[in-house]
């Protein structure tokens, strides 16, 4: 009869296989969320960069255009969204290379550094934009700024669409920073 048990002080093969199948969960998970963030903020960017719109009543003379480079703060949105598309599409190589090798911790630590750095990007330009969408829907009595929404329905439509889809990836980011410091944390033990 052929038993196996472990004495006191062996580590079984076995025994970190939970942990290891823990990781490369994780890994996944972080490969996928990439992916989608990588699609809402080159949607919210292809979105906020391609916002124009004319009035219809437009004179012989004089036509009233509005369009999204009319706005630095929207052309630092476009920008910030188009940088962290590039960033996120450069780190699903180094994503899936943790899938691979699940026991890696420094590369998992420069990415946990840049994903915070380009969390802080992405945010400041979605807040900005966001604040002067509210503003060309609300307007600001106090400092006679009228909102234009009302004459501008489809620019308006486009760029509050792109600021969904780059609020969804701010929150995918804070998911990806925190799967990072769980998936560290569980490597140094």
């Known amino acids: ?26 890994s996944i998970m972080d490969f996928i969320l990439r992916i989608f963030a990588a699609m809402s903020t080159l949607g919210s960017a292809l979105s906020m960069g391609t916002a124009k719109q004319t009035m219809p009543f437009a004179t012989r003379f004089v036509r ?56 802080g990007l992405l945010t400041s330009g979605a807040s900005a934009a966001a604040a002067i969408v509210y503003v060309a829907h609300y307007g600001n009595p106090s400092a006679n700024w009228f909102p234009f929404c009302q004459q501008y329905n489809s620019f308006c439509g486009r760029i509050s669409g792109s600021l969904v889809g780059s609020f969804i990836a701010v929150v995918i980011f804070m998911i990806l920073i925190l799967m990072s410091g769980i998936s560290i944390s569980k490597s140094k033990h």
Not at 10 to 26: F, T, V, Y
Not at 84 to 112: E, P
């Open 1 to 26: 009869m052929k038993v196996s048990t472990i004495e006191s002080g062996e580590i079984s093969k076995g025994a970190s296989s939970p942990r290891k199948g823990m990781k490369r969960g994780l």
């Open 64 to 119: 009233f255009k509005v369009s999204f480079h009319d706005l630095p703060t929207f052309l630092f949105f476009v920008t910030a969204n188009s940088i962290v598309c590039g960033y996120l599409a450069l780190s699903l190589v180094l994503s899936f290379f943790h899938i691979v090798r699940t026991i890696s911790v420094k590369s998992r630590i420069l990415l946990v550094f840049l994903d915070t750095v380009m969390f």
